[in-house]
Nanobody, 123 residues
Framework: HVQLVESGGGSVQAGGSLGLSCAAS????????MGWYRQGPGNTRELVAT???????NYADSVKGRFTISSNNAKNTVYLQMNSLKPEDTAVYYC?????????????????WGQGTQVTVYS
């Protein structure tokens, strides 16, 4: 069983900054990649940023230059620093991890999700 615990988030005025963190725990052999997704009111869940175990990053165009994703592989933790926040960044932010774990049938690579944390940006 893998658990992702998120922290951070909250409310901030437009132009401000917030940071998110997410720690993965459980019977993890390795993590291929971690990332952040978000779901705003009335919207589908969308990718914000991902980072591979090797440090390669990928960002949604809407956050490039404002958000920075980083990770600590030894701690199975991923971070998201969000600067120059806009009202349209308001959403529930979800942590994701693609992890290799041991299951009854053997090793399995699956996607795991955190419970989500609310980010609200007001103008």
């Amino acid at each position: 069983h893998v658990q992702l615990v998120e922290s951070g988030g909250g409310s901030v005025q437009a132009g401000g900054s917030l940071g998110l963190s997410c720690a993965a725990s459980g019977s993890i052999l390795s993590i291929n990649a971690m990332g952040w997704y978000r779901q705003g009111p009335g919207n589908t869940r969308e990718l914000v940023a991902t980072i591979s175990s090797g440090g390669s990053t990928n960002y949604a165009d809407s956050v490039k230059g404002r958000f920075t994703i980083s990770s600590n592989n030894a701690k199975n933790t991923v971070y998201l620093q969000m600067n120059s926040l806009k009202p349209e960044d308001t959403a529930v932010y979800y942590c994701n991890a693609n992890a290799l774990t041991m299951k009854n049938a053997g090793w399995s690579r699956d996607d795991y999700w955190g419970q989500g944390t609310q980010v609200t940006v007001y103008s």
